[in-house]
């Protein structure tokens, strides 16, 4: 971090930056997380985390991706996944509260590590309160959040910051390596390498400079080569080379069509005053910018009234670094833009942890505005908005975002201790399975590939008689709303073979999802309804 003609005062910013964002990293996990009991942990951890560890924990003893044991499994992202088998590989007797709590550890770690190189990276490229860009995005509710939810998030974020550091500083092998792991920490990473390769153009265009243009193109055959072993992955261990959670979510997706908004809800959570807008205030990106917009016009008048001088240090800073400050913008705003449009197609089943890709485009775009705070009195000011923003997001980041998992928790205790003569499924399955020790057959076809073509064709009761499914266990809204036509059973006939034999106790403080139930499934009516084969 220290560089040649800086000055002591930025040196200091950037330390202060990283002490904002590890405590903001730290506290989250050690203050609630860590030392929790598993009602409280379930309420942060999604049920797609713990998708992961049994997935991990079934590959580790048996040498194949599949969830209830059955049917193979092909929806999600190989690195974090391979990184839990191993885990379980060196200790296949790793408890129930010991795994979510060492990938906490590993993810707290992970994005202290990554906060730590981009805001070298951005000391590097940028000025003055540049560095502080960084804590507008480190002290979000969500961002805080991310590391305990046992995703692929902070491998992202990681591989996001390192590639950005290889790519300003001309390391093409590095850059071939590190594209190569972003496409294998999540499959749509390769998205903000083509916009590396965008602004690498762009530059050598303004510029006449290939340096940076090279480094993104090899970050991006690195990216194109991890596309490959998705697909090939995918064939060999089910027979499909598309992801049966792609096919679901673009089915997803179609059903309710393109909504842009959305797809810029996925970027604001990755900021501060961005979550704010939509976990507190319930508006959107008009708010957002229209904040965003009155800041930048107040900056700029206060430059006018309180000037500061340009020290010799600062042009001599800024020569040597236009060409890599000119890239980062460009490709930071690429990549908000072109996530956003990605997104707006998947508003099926967008997720907070998509907003791992953004977190890096985000604090570039940030620091390069923050680095224009350039008058009497700037550094205070920015500071104390930066804790304010902190101050709010750490109240929201106290209010777990999953307590509607709570009852499925009693629901897998219920399971363990009432052992049932056949299979269950749900479409809500992590949860169930890992905490009842059972397999669970997922319903929603995101970990599941022999269910995508009954679910596509409508046909899910077709998939509960042909799988000789006993038992569905899971919220009674599964059955309204959306729920059924995106699922394969719009007929009505699964409901219509469903006796009641459970209903979890809850205190109902959830309005969307009620009745938390297990069903017997009635096969002979199911068998009477046709439609299946014999």
Not at 427 to 456: E, H, K, M, Q
Not at 523 to 530: F, I, T, V
């Amino acid at each position: 971090m220290i560089q040649i003609g800086q000055s002591f005062k930025k040196i200091t910013l950037g330390r202060v930056a990283f002490a904002v964002c590890l405590g903001a990293i730290l506290h989250q996990g050690l203050s609630s997380y860590l030392f929790a009991p598993p009602s409280y942990k379930v309420q942060v951890t999604p049920d797609d985390g713990f998708y992961y560890l049994i997935l991990a924990r079934r590959f580790a003893a048996t040498g194949r991706w599949s969830f209830d044991g059955m049917s193979p499994a092909t929806g999600f992202h190989p690195f974090h996944a391979y990184v839990s088998a191993a885990i379980y590989r060196l200790h296949p007797t790793l408890g129930e509260d010991a795994a979510p709590v060492l990938h906490a550890c590993i993810g707290m770690t992970l994005t202290a590590v990554a906060m730590w190189i981009l805001i070298r990276t951005i000391d590097q490229s940028f000025r003055g309160l540049a560095t502080l860009g960084v804590t507008l995005v480190a002290t979000s509710a969500n961002f805080v959040v991310q590391p305990l939810m046992v995703m692929e998030w902070p491998w992202v974020v990681l591989f996001a910051s390192l590639l950005v550091s290889a790519m300003v500083n001309g390391k093409t092998r590095s850059a071939l390596a590190l594209g190569l792991l972003g496409g294998l920490a999540r499959s749509d990473f390769p998205l903000m390498v083509g916009a590396a390769v965008g602004a690498g153009v762009f530059t050598w265009w303004r510029r006449r400079d290939r340096a940076l243009l090279d480094a993104a193109l090899w970050a991006f055959a690195g990216a194109l080569v991890a596309f490959g072993i998705v697909l090939v992955h995918g064939y060999a261990f089910s027979g499909d080379f598309v992801q049966s959670s792609v096919r679901i979510k673009a089915h997803w997706g179609a059903l309710r069509g393109y909504i842009f908004r959305l797809g810029l809800d996925v970027a604001l959570l990755a900021t501060a005053p961005g979550d704010i807008c939509i976990e507190v205030l319930h508006r959107s990106w008009r708010l957002f910018a229209a904040a965003h917009l009155a800041v930048a016009g107040g900056v700029l008048a206060l430059r006018r009234l309180f000037p500061l001088p340009s020290s010799e240090a600062d042009l001599a800073f800024d020569a040597r670094t236009a060409d890599r400050r000119l890239f980062l913008v460009v490709l930071a705003s690429l990549a908000v833009l072109g996530y956003a449009l990605f997104y707006a197609r998947n508003t099926g089943a967008l997720e907070s942890w998509y907003s791992a890709n953004l977190v890096v485009p985000a604090a570039l775009l940030y620091a390069a505005g923050l680095g224009e705070v350039r008058f009497r009195g700037g550094a205070p000011l920015a500071l104390g908005a930066i804790a304010a923003l902190a101050a709010v997001n750490h109240r929201l980041a106290a209010t777990p975002r999953f307590a509607v998992q709570v009852p499925e928790l009693h629901a897998a205790r219920w399971l363990a201790e009432h052992p049932l003569d056949g299979k269950v499924a749900a479409w809500n399955a992590g949860i169930l399975s890992y905490f009842s020790g059972r397999p669970v057959t997922n319903l929603d076809g995101l970990v599941n590939n022999d269910l995508v073509p009954y679910i596509l064709s409508g046909r899910l009761h077709c998939f509960v008689l042909d799988h000789d499914i006993r038992y569905i266990m899971d919220w009674a809204t599964m059955f309204e709303t959306h729920h059924p036509r995106r699922g394969g059973y719009e007929s009505g006939i699964l409901r219509d073979s469903l006796i009641e034999r459970y209903r979890v106790p809850d205190p109902a403080l959830f309005p969307d999802w009620k009745d938390l139930t297990l069903y017997e499934v009635d096969r002979a009516r199911l068998a009477e309804a046709g439609g299946c084969r014999p």
